[in-house]
């Protein structure tokens, strides 16, 4: 199975400022898919930002962005101007294009905006 | 559009009853909907995935005669935990993945906080 690996249990930002979550993940597939998920108290999983494997441009949503390596096989979320409403637990995931698109999703960080 | 809802929400139930969850997808049809468990401030872990009109396939150590999934229809996945014991109390998270358009990408259900007594 695919392992991902978030190495931040918490991050702490102050609001307005740039807060960057990393991710890494093994795989031997060539192509796959990653993601982004908050999920703010109220536990309602969001996606936040998608990377497919075989683009080579970082996706950008927003104030979200990725930086995508698939050499080092790194996937890490930037939140920029960050907000209040940011604070959230948030998950990487990888899906590959078999096992009927299964999400393996990382321990998570626990991002704290202070105002 | 793409909403997943579940019902009920919150349940609370006595240690030896069944309770049953269902996962509903709103506004599309998901040929493939996911159950997953998770614990205050962990992350989702994967139970099963079920299909429509097929046997669920559950992860390695779910037991499946405790957690019973049905895919009876293209809109409704639903979970019975049986004979649920207080160790069953969790948060239990649905979700589902369309039949068109974007295939990998799944739609979360808000939720279900089951608590055995």
């Known amino acids: 199975a695919q392992t991902v690996t978030q190495s931040q249990p918490e991050m702490s930002v102050q609001e307005a400022e740039t807060v960057t979550l990393s991710c890494t993940y093994d795989t031997s597939e060539s192509d796959y898919y990653l993601f982004w998920y908050k999920q703010p108290p109220s536990r309602q999983m969001i996606l936040v930002i998608r990377q497919e494997a075989y683009k080579q441009q970082n996706a950008t949503e927003n104030r979200f962005s990725v930086n995508f390596q698939k050499a080092a096989k790194s996937f890490s979320l930037k939140i920029s101007d960050s907000q209040l409403g940011d604070a959230a637990m948030y998950f990487c995931?990888?899906?590959?294009?078999?096992?009927?698109?299964?999400?393996?999703f990382g321990a998570g960080t626990t991002v704290t905006v202070r105002a | 559009g793409a909403v997943v809802s579940q019902h009920p929400s919150r349940v609370i139930c006595k240690s030896g009853t069944s309770v049953k969850i269902e996962c509903r997808s709103l506004?599309?049809?998901?040929?493939?909907m996911f159950w997953y468990r998770q614990f205050p401030k962990q992350s989702l872990m994967l139970m099963a995935t079920?299909?429509?009109?097929?046997?669920?396939?559950?992860e390695q150590g779910v037991e499946k005669d405790k957690f019973l999934i049905n895919h009876a229809s293209l809109t409704l996945s639903t979970l019975t935990v049986t004979s649920a014991h207080p160790e069953d109390s969790s948060f239990y998270i649905c979700?589902?993945?369309?039949?068109?358009?974007?295939?990998?990408?799944?739609?979360f259900g808000p939720g279900t906080r089951l608590t055995v007594t």
């Open positions: 506004d599309f049809q998901a040929t493939t």
């Open positions: 979700s589902a993945r369309t039949t068109s358009g974007s295939l990998y990408e799944q739609y």
């Open positions: 079920s299909n429509e009109g097929s046997k669920a396939t559950y």
């Open positions: 995931a990888y899906s590959g294009l078999v096992r009927d698109y299964k999400l393996s």
